[in-house]
T-cell receptor
């Protein structure tokens, strides 16, 4: 059974820092891995999708990497800003049903 | 604007009173699904649909029904809601089950 873990559960950093959020999964047989952002009281915003054949994806200040063999993904945020404060969720798609298995999330606070 | 919409956004109801949460997408996506989000349990899939008239159970389908009569709509039906269905519900869609998934804004349901 696929399990997804995100560490740390919470993170507080000063504005301008580069930071890394971690995601690990137990079964390396995945279709893809997706990173989302969730703001309080709002929906999930897709940030990056990495297909199983890819090693990384970049969008602006965000870079996500995938190492299937070790069951790990990282989300790198460069030059963090207060507007980056949110909960970041990692989700793995393991089967052909499209079901996403989510981690518990990392709540990020970027202080001005 | 490409989006997934849900209605209502907030709903307070009483035990046993049938309700429907609507979900609609304007991206011509074939794949749609429903998740619920609970503290400590994260997001879990309720039902999914590969295409019109094709639906199947996710991890927590008990107490829910769905239908997919049109490609754009995927309503979630609670025929006899109970307090343990109090949750935050999300609808999602994607071109196919292995593609990037887009989530709606969420429906916060309280059953008393």
């Amino acid at each position: 059974k696929q399990e997804v873990t995100q560490i740390p559960a919470a993170l507080s950093v000063p504005e301008g820092e580069n930071l890394v959020l971690n995601c690990s999964f137990t079964d390396s047989a995945i279709y893809n891995l997706q990173w989302f952002r969730q703001d309080p009281g709002k929906g999930l915003t897709s940030l990056l999708l990495i297909q199983s054949s890819q090693r990384e994806q970049t969008s602006g200040r965000l870079n996500a990497s995938l190492d299937k063999s070790s069951g790990r993904s990282t989300l790198y945020i460069a030059a963090s800003q207060p507007g980056d404060s949110a909960t970041y969720l990692c989700a793995v798609c393991s089967g052909n049903t499209g079901k996403l298995i989510f981690g518990q999330g990392t709540t990020l606070q970027v202080k001005p | 604007e490409a989006q997934v919409t849900q209605n209502p956004r907030y709903l307070i109801t009483v035990t046993g009173k049938k309700l429907t949460v609507t979900c609609s997408q304007n991206m011509n996506h074939e794949y749609m699904s429903w998740y619920r989000q609970d503290p400590g349990l994260g997001l879990r899939q309720i039902y999914y649909s590969m295409n019109v008239e094709v639906t199947d159970k996710g991890d927590v389908p008990e107490g829910y029904k769905v239908s997919r009569k049109e490609k754009r709509n995927f309503p979630l039906i609670l025929e006899s809601p109970s307090p343990n269905q109090t949750s935050l519900y999300f609808c999602a869609s994607s071109p196919g089950p292995g593609d990037e998934q887009y989530f709606g804004p969420g429906t916060r349901l309280t059953v008393t």
